[in-house]
């Protein structure tokens, strides 16, 4: 069931959709969002993760870390987290220690927060009111950080955030101890859990797009410098059998390095041209 302020995001979202089909040219641009997210190399990714999202579902309720009752909050990390991750399948690629820096993100005490915060909501009239006004001041400092003329409004909407965010994790931490009593604990600690290993769980499926990603601009790099399929082909198994899974190194294939791959005669000796790519990657990093 949803608590209040899921309920004033609801009524915000339906509020301003209801705005926007109302102007043409937004609704243009809506409509163009639509049949850009309809493309299958879109859509076909996004089915695909939904579905990883459900098997991590079942082993979770396998191993009594999930039940029905976290259904809720199981899809507010999905249209969340979960999407956030997907379109920034990239960082797989483009940032180092990729694994490393996702898990200790996923322990981070922000995510305990979020989840406290959401455990016990205001007055829905409240949480209306709240909404917008929380919305504007993120939006203020975010334009800040690329407008010099909304430079003097990040401070005093930072303090703002700030200390509305101190409100809700008191407001929030007040009822916990109050409750402490009536609570079912073990629910309590799978809701705190679910985002950590919902998080965790995805991390592979992110990687293989970010890897699957990265092989198929590689390729197409590769095609559109040599038209020969023999020799296009010797010179994509010879990247794929050295670099591998590294999606790092192979979203960094780009430049020269293609043309000199395919100029290489024969199989070993593309292989040392990629050899060469990985030394100069090393010395870069």
């Known amino acids: 069931m949803l608590n209040n302020r899921e309920w004033a995001i609801l009524i915000w979202t339906a509020v301003v959709l209801?705005?926007?089909?109302?102007?043409?040219?937004?609704?243009?641009?809506?409509?163009?969002?639509?049949?850009s997210f309809l493309h299958p190399k879109i859509l076909i990714p996004f089915f695909?993760?939904?579905?990883?999202?459900?098997?991590?579902?079942?082993?979770?309720?396998?191993?009594?870390?999930?039940?029905?009752?976290?259904?809720?909050?199981?899809?507010?990390?999905?249209?969340?987290?979960?999407?956030?991750?997907?379109?920034?399948?990239?960082d797989a690629a483009k940032k180092p220690k990729f694994f490393r820096r996702r898990l200790l993100k996923a322990f981070e005490i922000t995510v305990f927060i979020e989840v406290l915060t959401s455990l016990f909501v205001m007055n829905i009239f409240i949480e209306i009111a709240l909404q917008p006004i929380i919305v504007f001041l993120a939006v203020a400092s975010v334009m800040a950080g690329y407008n010099d003329d909304f430079l003097v409004l990040k401070k005093p909407a930072n303090i703002m955030l700030a200390m509305f965010g101190l409100f809700a994790i008191l407001f929030s931490f007040t009822h916990l101890v109050t409750h402490w009593a009536t609570i079912d604990k073990g629910d309590l600690l799978r809701q705190f859990l679910l985002p950590v290993w919902l998080t965790i769980g995805e991390l592979p499926f992110v990687y293989l797009l970010s890897l699957y990603a990265n092989y198929e601009l590689a390729f197409l790099r590769i095609n559109w410098a040599e038209k020969n399929r023999r020799k296009s082909l010797s010179a994509k198994l010879a990247l794929a059998m050295a670099l591998n899974v590294q999606t790092y190194k192979i979203e960094k294939f780009t430049g020269g390095w293609p043309t000199q791959l395919l100029e290489a005669k024969g199989f070993k000796a593309r292989r040392k041209v990629i050899k060469r790519y990985i030394?100069?990657?090393k010395h870069i990093q």
Do not use: C, P
Request: glycine share 10%; proline share 0%; charged share 15%.
């Open 18 to 35: 209801g705005w926007g089909l109302t102007h043409k040219d937004v609704r243009s641009s809506m409509l163009g969002v639509i049949r």
């Open 48 to 90: 695909a993760m939904f579905t990883y999202i459900w098997a991590e579902i079942w082993l979770g309720s396998r191993l009594a870390l999930w039940h029905h009752g976290l259904a809720k909050d199981t899809v507010v990390w999905a249209i969340t987290s979960g999407v956030v991750m997907f379109f920034n399948y990239d």
């Open 279 to 281: 030394s100069e990657q």
